[in-house]
Antibody, heavy 127, light 109 residues
Framework: QVQLQQSGPGLVKPSQTLSVTCAIS??????????WNWVRQSPSGGLEYLGR???????????EYALSVKGRITISADTSKNQFSLHLNSVTPEDTAVYFC???????????????WGQGSLVTVSS | EIVLTQSPVTLSLSPGERATLSCRAS???????IAWYQQKPGQAPRLLIH???TRATGVPDRFSGSGSGTDFTLTISRLEPEDFAVYFC??????????FGQGTKLEIK
C-alpha cells in the first residue's frame, strides 16, 4: 500500500519561501509508472493543480509547472530519501492553503488519476 | 487552458435518491480523460472514476461515470449517507496541467 507522509512548517512570512516535503512508502519516486504531483486547496475549497515531477527510462527527470505559479515554484525529487518536495517563493497571503502531494498512476502509458494522497498540510502566510 | 465548469454548485437530495453531477469542458477532452474525486471535510480527495467511466479500485458500483467530448456526468444511483460530500472533476487529456472543476457539494435534503 502506497503512503504519502507530508511535513513542513505551518506558518510562513510574506515574501519568504514555502516548503513542503512528501515522503513516499510503498512506491519509488523514480518509478516509471507514476507521476508525483502537488495540489493546493484554498480556504474557499477549490482545488488548484500546481505541478509535477516524474522519471522516465531515458534517465531523465521531468518537472512541469502550472502557469499560475510558474517562476515561483520548484519541485524537487530526492531518490536517496524517496521523497519529493515543493518550494514556492515570494509567497503572499493568497498562497495560504492546504497543500497536498499525490501520486498519479500510469498503467501501460495511460494516466489513471491521482490514486494516493498525502494527509494535507495547512500553510498560512502571515507576518 | 481548458476550463471545467461543474453544475450544480450545490445539490440537495435524500438518501436513496439518484444524484446526477455534471462537468462541462470549455473544449473537447481527448479520449475522455476525465477523473472524478470525492472529498469529505478534513480529508484528502478520493479517486472515484478515471477515463470518464472506469471505477477506481474499491469504489462501489452505485458510482458511474459517462460522457465524451465536452460533457461528462457522475451518477450515484442510490445515495447512501456516506455519499454526501464535495465532488470534483479533473481533466488530463488536452493540457499538460491536470486542472480541476470548482466542485459540486452534495448535501442532505
Amino acid at each position: 500500500q502506497v503512503q504519502l507522509q507530508q511535513s513542513g512548517p505551518g506558518l510562513v512570512k510574506p515574501s519568504q519561501t514555502l516548503s513542503v516535503t512528501c515522503a513516499i512508502s510503498g512506491d519509488s519516486v523514480s518509478s516509471i509508472s507514476a507521476v508525483w504531483n502537488w495540489v493546493r486547496q484554498s480556504p474557499s475549497g477549490g482545488l488548484e493543480y500546481l505541478g509535477r515531477t516524474y522519471y522516465r527510462s531515458s534517465s531523465k527527470w521531468y518537472y512541469e509547472y502550472a502557469l499560475s505559479v510558474k517562476g515561483r515554484i520548484t519541485i524537487s525529487a530526492d531518490t536517496s530519501k524517496n521523497q519529493f518536495s515543493l518550494h514556492l517563493n515570494s509567497v503572499t497571503p493568497e498562497d495560504t492553503a492546504v497543500y497536498f502531494c499525490t501520486r498519479g498512476d500510469i498503467y501501460r502509458g495511460v494516466f489513471r488519476g491521482f490514486d494516493f494522497w498525502g494527509q494535507g498540510s495547512l500553510v498560512t502566510v502571515s507576518s | 487552458e481548458i476550463v471545467l465548469t461543474q453544475s450544480p454548485v450545490t445539490l440537495s437530495l435524500s438518501p436513496g435518491e439518484r444524484a446526477t453531477l455534471s462537468c462541462r469542458a470549455s473544449q473537447g477532452i481527448n479520449a475522455g480523460y476525465i477523473a472524478w474525486y470525492q472529498q469529505k471535510p478534513g480529508q484528502a480527495p478520493r479517486l472515484l472514476i478515471h477515463a470518464a467511466s472506469t471505477r477506481a479500485t474499491g469504489v462501489p458500483d452505485r458510482f458511474s461515470g459517462s460522457g465524451s467530448g465536452t460533457d461528462f456526468t457522475l451518477t450515484i444511483s442510490r445515495l447512501e449517507p456516506e455519499d454526501f460530500a464535495v465532488y470534483f472533476c479533473q481533466q488530463y487529456g488536452n493540457s499538460p496541467m491536470y486542472n480541476f472543476g470548482q466542485g459540486t457539494k452534495l448535501e442532505i435534503k
